[in-house]
C-alpha cells in the first residue's frame, strides 16, 4: 500500500485578478514541483482533508468531521462546479473503520464542496475529477472546535485504513497557514449572511460576486497595512511546519484553540487539515518531507505552504 503526502495551502485569491506576478510566478513554480511529485507517485486513489467556509456546511448542523460518499463541487472563486469522482465504496468503508478506531464521524451522500477541497485537485491533479477521492470535511471556522490532537487521531483512523488497500494513495491536505481573512460569524453577519451562514440559503450570482469583491478589497487592504485583520505569523508558521518536518506530531497535543487563534489567526485552526494528512502518513511509520516552500502572502493573506512525503523505507 503505497503511500504519498501532499499539503498546500489554498487561497481563493489564486483564481481571481489582483496579486503582484513575481509572487504568482513563485507560488505557482511551488505548486509545479508539487503536481510534479503528484504525476510521478501516480495515485490510484486521493484523500484530502479540506475545510469549507460555509458552502457546503452550516451552522444549522456543524459536524467536526464529515465523510462523503458523493461530493459536488460548488464552483466558488472560478474552481470546477460539477460531481467528484468519489470512490463510494471505499469512502463508506474508510467512515466505517473510522468509527471502530474510536472516532465521531458524520457521513454524507451528498457533499457541498468548495475551493479548499477543489483548489488542490485541481492544481495538483490537473483536473479536480482526475482519480478517484475520499472527500474528509474538517470543521476550522465554527466554534466549538474540537482539539488539534483530534484531527490527528482522525488521520490516524484514516492512515489504519488505508494500510489494508492495495492501492497507491496520496494523502492530500488543504489550508493555513497562519491567516484571518473576514469570516463571517453569527455575532457579526447582517441578516442575510447569518441567514446563510446559519441554513445554507443559496447565494445569487450577486451575493457571490459581492463577496469575491469583498475578499479582494480586503486582500488590497491587507498588503498595504491597513484594514483589521491579524497579521501573518512566519514564527507561528515556520514552528508548525518543522514539526511536521521533524516527525515530532506528539508536539502538538498542546497546541491549544486560544494559542492558534492568537498566534496564527482566526482561519490558522486550517492547519487541522496538515495535522490529519500527516496523521495519516504516519500511521504507516518514519516519513521523510521535501518541497519545503513557504512564503508570507499577504496579497493572498496567508502564510502559504507546500509540503510533500512519502515514508521512509526501513531495512530489516
Request: a negative charge; glycine letters at 8%.
Amino acid at each position: 500500500m503505497p503511500l504519498a503526502l501532499c499539503c498546500m495551502s489554498h487561497s481563493p485569491l489564486l483564481n481571481l485578478p489582483g496579486p503582484p506576478p513575481e509572487l504568482m510566478a513563485d507560488i505557482e513554480a511551488a505548486v509545479d514541483d508539487a503536481a510534479a511529485f503528484v504525476a510521478d507517485f501516480d495515485p490510484q486513489l486521493t484523500v484530502v482533508f479540506a475545510p469549507d467556509h460555509y458552502n457546503g456546511f452550516f451552522l444549522r448542523l456543524m459536524p467536526p468531521f464529515c465523510i462523503g460518499t458523493a461530493a459536488h463541487g460548488v464552483g466558488d472563486y472560478g474552481t470546477y462546479a460539477g460531481p467528484l469522482n468519489v470512490a463510494a465504496g471505499l469512502a463508506g468503508e474508510c467512515a466505517a473503520a473510522v468509527l471502530e478506531h474510536g472516532v465521531d464521524v458524520a457521513v454524507s451522500a451528498h457533499m457541498d464542496v468548495d475551493h479548499a477541497m477543489v483548489q488542490p485537485l485541481e492544481r495538483l491533479l490537473g483536473d479536480a475529477t482526475a482519480c478517484p477521492v475520499i472527500p474528509i470535511f474538517i470543521n476550522a471556522v465554527a466554534a466549538p472546535l474540537g482539539p488539534l490532537h483530534r484531527a490527528r487521531a482522525l488521520g490516524a483512523a484514516v492512515g489504519a485504513y488505508l494500510a489494508t488497500l492495495d492501492l497507491r494513495v496520496l494523502i492530500l491536505g488543504s489550508g493555513g497557514l497562519s491567516h484571518d481573512p473576514p469570516i463571517p460569524t453569527l455575532a457579526t453577519a447582517p441578516p442575510v449572511t447569518r441567514d446563510r451562514i446559519l441554513h445554507g440559503t443559496p447565494m445569487s450570482a450577486e451575493q457571490r460576486m459581492a463577496r469575491q469583491d469583498t475578499v479582494m478589497a480586503a486582500a488590497r487592504d491587507f498588503a498595504a497595512g491597513t484594514g483589521d485583520l491579524a497579521p501573518l505569523n512566519p514564527e507561528f508558521d515556520q514552528r508548525f511546519l518543522s514539526i511536521l518536518d521533524s516527525g515530532r506530531l506528539d508536539d502538538l497535543a498542546d497546541w491549544s484553540n486560544a494559542y492558534i487563534t492568537e498566534a496564527g489567526g482566526g482561519s490558522a485552526h486550517e492547519i487541522r487539515t496538515w495535522a490529519a494528512a500527516f496523521g495519516a502518513l504516519a500511521a504507516q511509520g518514519p516519513y521523510r518531507t521535501a518541497n519545503h516552500y513557504y512564503r508570507p502572502s499577504p496579497e493572498l493573506i496567508a502564510g502559504f505552504a507546500v509540503r510533500t512525503a512519502q515514508p521512509v523505507e526501513v531495512g530489516p
